[in-house]
DNA sequence: GGAGCATATACTCGTCAAGGTATATACAGG
DNA sequence: CCTGTATATACCTTGACGAGTATATGCTCC
């Protein structure tokens, strides 16, 4: 379990550091949340903590676990010259978005601006 | 073998891609700089071009490889939020990508420029 | 059309990580 | 202290993926 990679190529694991965005959650909230066993989640909270991906902070018997930065930026920075990359194809870009966004909303009308 | 995720945990693929930003790169030449067995390159072109990362064109007896953008750029979109999480602990970032930054260069002495 | 090169595929094997179940640790409150 | 709650860990099993080796496909040129 070196890399960041591995790390997040685990879906659960990607849940779990999306509902830590919006705020720090204790295991059981996640628990609920994702609707998954307790060990699954302190197993797979563990791997996070260890790679450096969340913390914790202890509260009575509960412990908060929240996000820390670093490691998604490494990713962030892997993916800079990528980024470089595609810049050249910005139309490609455009098309690709266009298609994603319109397969996930379910109402709205409205074009996005370019 | 189905997320964007999974697909890039895999460190010669990761290399692979690496070397396609640059230019495209026959099956060979990649082999050659990689220093990889040829059946690993071609089962690894394999999983990225089924993926939609790479697309490859004939020519004669060899395949040329290129970059595909979309799923890198699926992948910079579910970094989206984190990179809104983190922009509030931008000294922290400050702090790692200097410190990544340290650790891999060898002789320079200039330091990051805010 | 046969030789040689470039690339793809088939098959086997070992490894490793995720899930499930059970159990341990730890804290709180009566 | 004892019960209940919250979280962590141990152990086992299973499945999947990557490496290696061998072989197939396909193209070129003579």
Redesign the interface.
Known sequence: ME?V??I??E?NR?AI??LL?SSQQSVGEIERQLRMPQPTVSKHLRVLREAGFVESTVDAQRRLYR?K??P????????A???R??SA?LD??ER??DR?DRSTRTKRKTRRSR
Chains 1, 2 share one sequence.
């Open positions: 890399s990679f591995e997040i190529a879906p990607r550091l999306s965005v996000l930065p670093e998604l930026q490494e990713l962030d920075v892997w993916l010259p990528f980024r990359f595609w194809h490609a870009l690709h978005l994603m």
